[in-house]
């Protein structure tokens, strides 16, 4: 059996914590630039090249309804990711970790650089 020292050991909770990380600090930008591109597209691209207003204002309305959609959809994933991680089980005691450095119920560390207060 693999042995971990700390929870970022735990190759679950690292994936989920490594996906958490790098959406807090782009979710900004994931979350407006499809909104920015539709736009683009339906105010410089979709004139040019088809004329016919008629045609393509449903659709315009459509991508921009699906990209607002999107912007709220990715900061409540970033919510959930956010509490799933919170929620992430201890690998050691099997209650829930927390958002300390170390787990509340048997102080098992986070990261390596804290140091576990009860030894093993
Ligand atoms: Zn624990």
Known sequence: ????????????????NGKNLLLRKQWYIVAILP????????????????????????FASALIYASLVWGFAVPVYLLAM????KLFRC?????????GESCGSCDFPRSKGVSSVTSL
């Open 91 to 99: 690998p050691r005691c099997g209650h829930r970790f927390g958002g």
């Open 1 to 16: 059996m693999n042995q971990v020292s700390c929870l970022e050991d735990c190759a679950d909770y690292a994936q989920l």
């Open 35 to 58: 909104f920015v591109f539709t736009l683009a597209f339906d105010v410089y691209l979709l004139p040019r090249f088809v004329p016919e207003t008629k045609f393509w204002h449903g």
């Open 82 to 85: 956010f509490v799933r991680v």
